[in-house]
């Protein structure tokens, strides 16, 4: 039995930071890709970024790339989502997920195991 479940979330202000956390259980995430997503209230589920199963490669959606960090702690069954200069664009449910052993990073249904998703608010 597989287990996400994210932290981190809550309300800011543009410009800030959050940082989110995803820790597993029932499941040892160093084989396995890694990605974050989110879905805006009414909209489908996005790409925000993956990493790889040793944290060599990192793939982020265009809309957050260079103020989001996808980082993982193998050690510890985790990976991180750094979020700086937030903007209310941000404002969604944010989930972690492990990815299948084939297909795309960038594919929502290339990913078998969900969180329940953290709320990020970001206001104006």
């Known amino acids: 039995q597989v287990q996400l479940v994210e932290s981190g979330g809550g309300l800011v202000q543009a410009g800030d930071s959050l940082r989110l956390s995803c820790v597993a259980s029932g499941r040892t995430l160093s084989s396995d890709d890694m990605g974050w997503f989110r879905q805006f209230l009414g909209k489908e589920r996005e790409f925000v970024a993956a990493?790889?199963?040793?944290?060599?490669?990192?793939f982020y959606g265009n809309s957050v790339k260079g103020r989001f960090t996808i980082s993982r702690d193998n050690a510890k069954n985790t990976v991180s989502l750094q979020m700086n200069s937030l903007k209310p664009e941000d404002t969604a449910v944010y989930y972690c997920?492990?990815?299948?052993?084939?297909?795309?990073?960038?594919?929502?249904?290339?990913?078998?195991?969900w969180g329940q998703g953290t709320q990020v608010t970001v206001s104006s």
């Open positions: 997920a492990v990815k299948g052993d084939s297909g795309s990073y960038f594919s929502k249904e290339r990913y078998d195991y």
């Open positions: 990493i790889s199963r040793s944290g060599t490669l990192k």
